[in-house]
């Protein structure tokens, strides 16, 4: 993601990965947005939590088809 489309701007990726951390159970680290941070799925089992990860996924695409 961070060499191509609106993902290659730092502040994206930033905004990304903090929208991720806003998540219960997700803890990123700060240079995630360098590499291919792992979310494991026990931590989407929960109803709530997915659908708050999936709202972040299709931020990322309407971010992509913005682009």
Request: hydrophobic residues 50%; negative net charge.
């Amino acid at each position: 993601m961070q060499t191509r489309g609106p993902f290659a701007a730092e502040a994206k990726r930033v905004e990304l990965l903090n929208s991720l951390n806003a998540i219960p159970g997700i803890h990123l680290p700060d240079d995630a947005i360098t590499r291919r941070p792992a979310i494991p799925l026990a931590t989407l089992k929960d109803e709530t939590v997915m659908s708050q990860f999936l709202a972040a996924l299709d931020w990322v695409i309407q971010e992509v088809r913005a682009s």
